[in-house]
């Protein structure tokens, strides 16, 4: 990466403090939390089954629920960070977290008194675990996840915010994916192979010495930070405007600027324009009434009286939650398939050639792999390519739409192939032989799992950078929390939704082979392409508030190469 010129120059103008000299701080920590990090949570679906001797479906509810709660989090150690501590003190937290939860978790695979007895592949007789050792174990899940969900969109807010250009905001980006899923990729690879093929405590403890490392070298970055000060919560200023529009329903709505609170800016010059027409119910929240500013001109009643500049802040959240909520469906789907294809993937012949056998868990590198490399193309030529042909970038909005559509059609494909394996696992007889393997290579998986990356690229970082550039800026931090939000919402949504089918349906037996996977695939294709008609009516009606002055930058502007757009 050529980053000589930007370190230089950001580092000159930040006073020392800031800029790319602070990245490798942030990418080396974002490493050792997401190798440890992923090292356990990848692999916990087998670990649960193998050790714990838990149903395979209640293995994958358990995921869920996890998945759920780590992606969850970050909104509110968002909150934590812009209303009381900051981003840096809350990534070192959690980073302590993390680290003191892999440990526990540790602790649970190498003392046997911590777990059960292991019973036999297949068998009805195996030993529950007692209640102690779930406690241990939650326990240890439970720091592990408070620590791995709230560093990782809190530490992408604090290393956005040294950049003090949109363009270098948007290299940092898309940089911060890259390094997240290279991360991701190869603890996928390397330390659950250790967890399979070598030792469940020799590949827990290698979590545990990358979150240690990760850990130490954020703390020896501390000096080159812009530490972003907590302004208090910002949830404040919203709730204010609510109430004080419905305090203020009856009064009517003045077309005049003048009849409406501005803030003073820093040459005390007051802009009288009205606020803007959409969603003019709230603007009545900054119309001013007799006995609510004071003589020097200040509010002398916030929960009565908002300024313009409040009340577009609340609108510009209003505005976003249709799409928001687009997005969930968009993540149901990859949730169920990241957990049901590892119960598939220990179903299927996962060996290569007479030696070596893939672990169960290490299936869905596949989808990191692809997004990663996807995400170098996007940025160094697909790109590039659009915005010489077209003299315009790509934007946020068309760039999650793009993954919508590969995420239908990677649901089409898994459906598809899993109808293929139960064919193969029913002229075998095998559905009556619970842990029986079908004779269908695990690769048959791949293609749907590379496409769910393709849809990943498009739409996860446009997501980010979306919310980014059109919340207000003291919800910078909630802002790229948004997508974890989503994710872990749709983990709890594919929860509540499988719960539903194995209620009404015989489709998700615990034994897979006499199930039918293939028509839970296929309703998710028919949500899937629902929700995508959703979504064109939702962009279309939807009118940027920031981003048409950026978008799409690249990892060129950082070298230099002259730009299109109009800076933000």
């Known amino acids: 990466m050529e980053f000589h010129q930007s370190v230089d120059k950001e580092a000159h103008s930040s006073g020392k403090r800031g800029g790319w000299i602070t990245f490798p701080f942030v990418a080396a920590t974002l490493t050792g939390l997401m190798l440890g990090g992923w090292g356990w949570l990848t692999n ?19 995921a869920n629920i996890v998945n759920g709660g780590i992606n969850l989090l970050p909104i509110i150690s968002a909150i934590l960070a812009d209303s009381f501590f900051g981003s840096f003190s809350v990534v070192a937290i959690a ?18 008194s911590l777990r059960p007895p292991p019973c036999a592949a297949g068998s009805s007789f195996c030993q529950a675990p007692s209640k102690g050792q779930f406690t241990v174990l939650y326990a240890a899940i439970s720091l592990a996840s408070i620590g791995l969900g709230a560093m990782r969109f809190t530490l992408a807010t604090m290393g956005a915010n040294q950049f003090d250009k949109p363009k270098h905001r948007g290299v940092f980006f898309n940089w911060f994916f890259f390094m997240f899923y290279a991360s991701c990729m190869i603890s996928s690879i390397a330390i659950v192979y250790v967890e399979d093929s070598v030792s469940w405590g020799i590949g827990f403890g290698l979590c545990a010495a990358t979150s240690f490392v ?3 070298i954020f703390l020896l970055g501390t000096r080159f930070y812009i530490h972003d000060k907590p302004q208090g919560s910002p949830f404040t200023g919203l709730a204010r405007v609510f109430v004080a529009a419905i305090r203020e329903i009856r009064i009517p709505l003045s077309f005049n600027g003048e009849d409406y609170y501005h803030e003073k800016g820093g040459t005390n ?17 900054a119309l001013k009434t007799e006995g609510e500013i004071q003589s020097d001109g200040s509010i002398a009643k916030p929960w009565r009286l908002c300024s313009v500049q409040e009340v577009e802040n609340f609108k510009a959240v209003v505005r976003i939650f249709p799409l928001w909520s687009t997005t969930i469906f968009v993540s149901v789907p990859i949730a169920i398939q990241a957990n049901m294809i590892v119960l598939q993937a220990l179903a299927m012949n996962r060996h290569l050639g007479s030696s070596f056998k893939i672990a169960a868990g290490t299936v869905i590198v596949v989808v990191l792999i692809s997004t990663s490399i ?12 659009w915005r010489k042909l077209t003299n315009r970038s790509l934007t946020p909005l068309q760039r999650i739409g ?8 990677s649901m089409a494909i898994s459906a598809w192939v899993e109808s293929r394996r139960l064919k193969i696992a029913h002229e075998k007889h095998l559905q009556v032989q619970p842990g029986a393997i079908v004779p269908m290579s695990v690769l048959w998986l791949f293609p749907q799992l590379v496409i769910v990356g393709i849809g990943e690229a498009f739409h996860f970082p446009g997501q980010v950078d979306l919310y980014y550039q059109e919340f207000p800026v003291a919800l910078r931090s909630t ?15 594919s929860t509540a939704l499988v719960d539903l089918i194995r209620n009404v349906t015989r489709w998700l037996p615990d034994n897979i082979n006499e199930g039918r996977l293939d028509n839970l695939y296929w309703t998710l294709v028919v949500l899937g392409s629902l929700n995508f008609i959703y979504y064109l009516v939702c962009s279309s009606l939807y009118r940027y508030r920031n981003v048409q002055k950026k978008v799409g930058h690249s990892v060129s502007d950082a070298t230099g190469e002259k730009e299109t757009d109009q800076e933000a």
Do not use: W
């Not at 980073?95 to 046997?112: E, M, R």
């Not at 010059?269 to 929240?285: K, M, Q, T």
């Not at 793009?402 to 059609?409: K, R, S």
């Open 269 to 285: 010059e007051i802009v009288v324009a009205p606020p803007s027409p959409s969603i003019r119910f709230f603007n009545r929240a």
């Open 374 to 385: 996807c995400l170098a193309i996007f940025d160094r030529f697909l790109l590039p390519t």
């Open 214 to 216: 990760g850990l130490a």
């Open 402 to 409: 793009t993954g919508h559509v590969f995420n239908v059609l």
């Open 44 to 62: 916990l679906i087998v670990y649960l089954i193998e050790e714990f001797n838990v149903k395979s479906i209640a293995a994958t509810q358990i």
């Open 95 to 112: 980073c302590v977290f993390s680290l003191l939860g892999v440990v526990l978790l540790t602790l649970t695979a190498s003392i046997k």
């Open 479 to 493: 802002a790229t929390a948004m997508i974890s939000v989503v994710i872990g919402t749709a983990y709890y949504v």
